[in-house]
């Protein structure tokens, strides 16, 4: 039996589902316990909520009336309804729920307890039942559910919600988990001159008799998760998509819309376009009545998947900066990304959030499948191969890494399962998994698991029976291996040539790349390179090492590359004769795609210190200026500023900056494409340091210096003026102020504080960790944004006190804090040193006591850069 299924069979023995719901023996613990989560979903079906608010200007509270109708399968004690109204220091409010009835009856005996409303089982009865209450929770700018934002340019006030994974409980009292799905019916009052949108189509509209106030009723929704609830309002303009079967219309602020306008029809064709291939793909039409697309301020991720009504952070939509083509597919994949939750994730709801990489590998998943039916097919996989495999691998290597499927033991604790695993190795497991039976028998179960769960919840262990069914293949032991099993691979190749210049032996050889003793079951594809033709076969690796037969025979390349066409995860590591002949001629390489895999096996060689990062930078400056493939080209900038800025010792730096400098500054006005002009000067901005330099910098932010074609957007010249900051250039203060005066808009104020963050003075530090530890009128979107600048790498000195102060605020950041923002802040301390004293203070940190495991982990998977870079430059 695999460790998987073992693990679940103990998982329904220690957590078993009580038909009958037993009574807690004590009172529920703070979130939703899983616990409870299934005594309840036993329990209550039916669900259905109705929600009348009151919006009104300035205010700091949501009011509103609420009717839950439910059925009992049984009364077995207190039913438990979630509500966590929180004060300004994150303590519960007692009294924020009042006039409690059920069935009718007046309930003064309601207790609040660990931010749950517990009615007493007497006034409830098997079947239908009925809750009415009156509530007020809390609006704010930051750290709340419902958030307000002022626009300073149009004079408007938008509200908008975010309940993901969790926080409906933070706004309305309800069932906040996934699987106790309910149809919504919403009535809001709010200004005359707001636009109200929700998940379902409104369905009528009044005004009060004074003309300054509107009733909008929405239509009750299909059935959907309290986390896929959501509601917007303020004075938003409407920009329709005419055409098609599913009413379609995107939402913008007064004061973006030109831009908005601008880049709608790009947005909305994309967006028909992928609904189109997903409904043929899936076999089942799109599962909603409407598909609106509202673009809001501050939002904390690029998107949200709201049933009906995704949510998306305007800058991921309107470019703040020039774009080049890989910021448009980018974007691209943004929108077909939250387009596809609206089958996985919102048809289909993960049961629990420990099956969270369900929906988001999905989605992320189908965004690629979807965008490679609309371009040419190897462009869009090279991509998902830079956008996903590093990221995957970089974690996987750590002693942070967790599986994909993660336990989740109370809801308050699903943020933890957020990250890299999850958006970036699940879909590419989903890639291996449709290689290994075919994309037709994968296609097949994934209809079978959509049409079998429709409008329900559903396990990864149902997608693989699905896929064992279409397949006709056991994938048990592969889930067990793959979504089971932290960690991954490093895939090795053997191989010798006779005499006669034929090959005479090629093995492959796997080990845990983490020391744990893991074996996984792999399907790869062999690239055999050299001299004439390239070959290819298709290999598997059931065991530690497995021999290739089919290559005996063949002639003797020059070198073999393990994973051709990126179907194999796992770390692939060139042997030694195979990294030398890669070396000498991967910048002459033809295939675009071939190309980018093998300067990624020689990226993964300087991380392994098996290359000198001085020779791939020697590498890469050598073939830059004739590479013509722009995401390639910002991929290798990328990782030459990796290895400039924290794999070089400072005398090493010092040598190797100016030429680099040099190249970036050359080619940003002479190469063949407005992309890589914009790639190029990104790379230049970033790593400008000599005075020559930033004089050059100065001169763009002056115009008297233009990149051919380049549009010098706003936040192109803040990046310029932060740069400048950070790097203490004369003039950067003088630089600062007349940007101020240039650029008084909104998002000149957030970026103008991101830009001061930068600044290499104590006092503004100490400042800025004041601000993200106790200021709560920052928005968290402009806190997240700085906290690069605040850990400018070169500022290692100024910036090292403040790792142990934002390790210890770990606990204070996970509560109080947006999905992500963990990673961000630890990425931004840990990442902005590179020494061996910073190194220390986190060993030291992770030796105390009292941190819990997830962030244990995550300390761990971030700290692993420090640990290779501090490494890499003692080799």
């Known amino acids: 039996m695999t460790n998987f299924l073992v693990a679940l069979l103990l998982a329904i023995i220690l957590h078993p589902f009580h038909l009958g719901a037993p009574v807690m023996a004590t009172d529920p613990e703070a979130g939703v316990a899983r616990e409870l989560a299934r005594e309840r979903a036993a329990l209550i079906s039916d669900l259905r909520y109705r929600l009348s608010l009151e919006l009104a200007p300035g205010a700091a509270r949501l009011k509103g009336r609420e009717e839950i109708r439910l059925r009992l399968a049984r009364v077995a004690g207190e039913v438990t309804l979630d509500f966590r109204d929180l004060d300004a220091d994150g303590q519960l409010i007692e009294g924020a729920v009042r006039e409690v009835t059920v069935n009718g009856a007046a309930v003064p005996d309601l207790r609040q307890v660990n931010g749950h409303l517990l009615l007493p089982g007497k006034y409830f009865s098997p079947g239908e039942n009925t809750v009415a209450l009156t509530f007020e929770s809390g609006i704010a700018p930051a750290g709340r559910s419902v958030t307000r934002h002022l626009d300073r340019d149009d004079g408007g006030e938008y509200l908008y919600t975010l309940f993901v994974p969790m926080d409906a409980s933070l706004a309305f009292p309800c069932f906040d988990q996934p699987d106790l799905k309910a149809r919504f019916t919403l009535e809001v009052t709010a200004p005359v001159d707001w636009t109200v949108v929700s998940n ?19 239509a009750e929704t299909r059935p959907m998760s309290t986390y896929l609830f959501a509601f917007a309002a303020g004075p938003f303009e409407i920009i329709d998509a005419p055409g098609g079967a599913v009413p379609m219309r995107m939402y913008a602020r007064r004061s973006q819309l030109a831009r908005a306008r601008e880049e709608a029809p790009e947005i909305l064709r994309q967006t028909r376009a992928g609904m189109g291939h997903m409904a043929d793909f899936f076999a089942q039409p799109f599962p909603f009545p409407k598909y609106d697309l509202v673009l809001l301020p501050g939002f904390a991720y690029g998107g949200m998947e709201h049933a009906g009504a995704i949510f998306f952070r305007e800058e991921a939509l309107l470019f703040r900066t020039a774009p080049t083509a890989d910021d448009r597919a980018g974007r691209a994949t943004l929108l077909l990304h939250e387009l596809a939750h609206q089958w996985f994730g919102d048809l289909v709801t993960m049961r629990w959030f420990d099956d969270l990489w369900l929906k988001e590998g999905f989605a992320d998943y189908m965004a690629y499948h979807a965008l490679a039916a609309q371009r040419p097919p190897a462009e869009v996989w090279k991509r998902f191969y ?16 967790t599986p994909i499927y993660q336990e989740v033991r109370n809801l308050r604790d699903a943020k933890s399962a957020y990250g890299a695993i999850v958006y970036a190795k699940a ?138 066409g990126d179907y194999g995860y796992g770390r692939f ?3 030694a004769r195979s990294r030398s002949a890669v070396a000498e001629r991967v910048a002459r390489e033809p295939d675009a795609f071939l190309r980018t895999m093998l300067w990624g096996a020689l990226w993964d060689s300087v991380r392994e210190a098996q290359l000198d990062p001085r020779e ?26 990796t290895a400039y800025q924290r794999y070089l010792k400072p005398a090493a730096r010092d040598e190797v900056g100016p030429g680099i400098e040099k190249l970036c500054a050359e080619r940003m006005l002479k190469a063949g494409s407005l992309g890589l002009r914009i790639t190029y000067f990104r790379a230049f901005r970033a790593l400008a340091r000599t005075e020559a330099a930033r004089a050059r910098l100065k001169e763009v932010l002056a115009s008297r210096l233009q990149v051919p074609g380049m549009e010098l957007r706003p936040l192109d010249r803040w990046r310029i003026v932060t740069a400048l900051l950070a790097e203490r250039d004369a003039e950067a203060e003088a630089l600062l102020g007349a940007e101020r005066a240039r650029d008084a808009s909104d998002e000149g104020r957030k970026y103008a504080y991101v830009a001061e963050a930068a600044r290499g003075a104590a006092a503004t530090k100490r400042r800025y960790f004041d601000d993200y530890l106790g200021n709560r009128a920052v928005p968290e979107d402009w806190i997240q944004e700085s906290l690069a600048s605040f850990n400018w790498w070169s500022q290692e000195e100024l910036t090292r006190p403040y790792l142990g102060p934002a390790l210890a605020a770990l606990p204070q950041v996970k509560q109080g804090r947006k999905i992500f923002f963990v990673l961000a802040w630890l990425n931004a301390f840990i990442g902005g040193q590179q020494g061996d004293e910073a190194l220390a203070r986190v060993r030291e940190f992770l030796h105390g006591e009292g941190l819990d495991q997830d962030l244990r982990l995550k300390v761990l998977e971030v700290g692993d850069e420090l640990e290779r870079a501090v490494r890499i430059r003692a080799r």
């Open 200 to 218: 379902a189509e409104i369905e009528s509209q009044s005004t009060d008799v004074a003309g300054a106030r509107r009733q909008t009723q929405f």
């Open 616 to 641: 791939f930078l020697r590498l890469l400056v050598a073939a830059l200026p004739g590479e013509a493939d722009e995401e390639l080209t910002a991929s290798l900038l990328a990782r030459a500023q």
């Open 573 to 575: 590591l060139l042997d």
């Open 427 to 564: 879909p590419a497991l989903l890639r291996a998994l449709s290689f290994l039976i075919g994309e037709p028998a994968f296609r097949g179960g994934v209809r079978l698991f959509l049409k079998e769960h429709a409008y329900a919840n559903a396990e990864w262990a149902d997608l693989v029976q699905a896929c064992e069914r279409a397949s006709g293949e056991p994938l048990r032991d592969w889930a067990a291996a793959w979504i089971g099993r932290r960690g991954m691979p490093q895939v090795e190749v053997e191989w010798a040539c006779d005499g006669a210049g034929r090959i005479s032996r090629l093995a492959l050889r796997q080990r845990d790349a983490l020391g744990e003793g893991g074996l996984w079951p792999i399907k790869t594809q062999l690239l055999l390179v050299g001299p004439g033709a390239a070959e290819r076969i298709t290999a598997r690796l059931e065991a530690g090492a497995a021999e290739v037969r089919e290559a005996a025979g063949r002639r003797c390349p020059a070198f073999v590359f393990a994973n051709d």
């Open 386 to 401: 830079q956008t996903h495999k590093p990221a995957a691998y970089a974690i996987d290597a750590t002693r942070g890494a």
